[in-house]
């Protein structure tokens, strides 16, 4: 009986350590550009609006030659895809408070969106 009460607890403290040493991967967003002059960051179904400040992954779906995604705000600018790249590319990044636009840049005056991070 002195074993399990001495063992029990050093397992169970062993067990909170190893749960709270392992963190949540980011959030997932998805933005896709092309076929077509569209341009859009999902999160899940939605498109995003508003974020929390922290970490996301970001997974692009290039569908055109002609274009890129370019992600502009507070610490970022980033162009995850480059003319001619047709593909998938993912990154994670850190969005702080402000205002943020993403955009393919051969057409930055048609094909752009923006969100805000809190």
Do not use: Q, W
């Not at 003319?83 to 393919?104: A, D, E």
Request: net charge positive; with cysteine.
């Amino acid at each position: 009986m002195k074993l399990i009460a001495v063992v029990l607890p050093a397992a169970v403290a062993a067990l909170i350590a190893a749960t709270s040493a392992s963190p949540l991967p980011p959030p997932k967003l998805v933005g896709t550009v092309g076929p077509g002059f569209t341009i859009s960051l999902k999160r899940g179904t939605a498109p995003v609006k508003v974020l929390k400040a922290g970490m996301y992954t970001i997974t692009v779906f290039d569908k055109a030659s002609i274009h890129n995604f370019v992600l502009e705000g507070p610490g970022v600018e980033r162009d995850i895809t480059t003319v001619p790249f047709v593909g998938t590319k993912t990154v994670t990044v850190n969005l702080r408070k402000g205002k943020y636009k993403f955009y393919c840049r051969p057409h930055e005056s048609s094909m752009f969106g923006f969100f805000t991070v809190t």
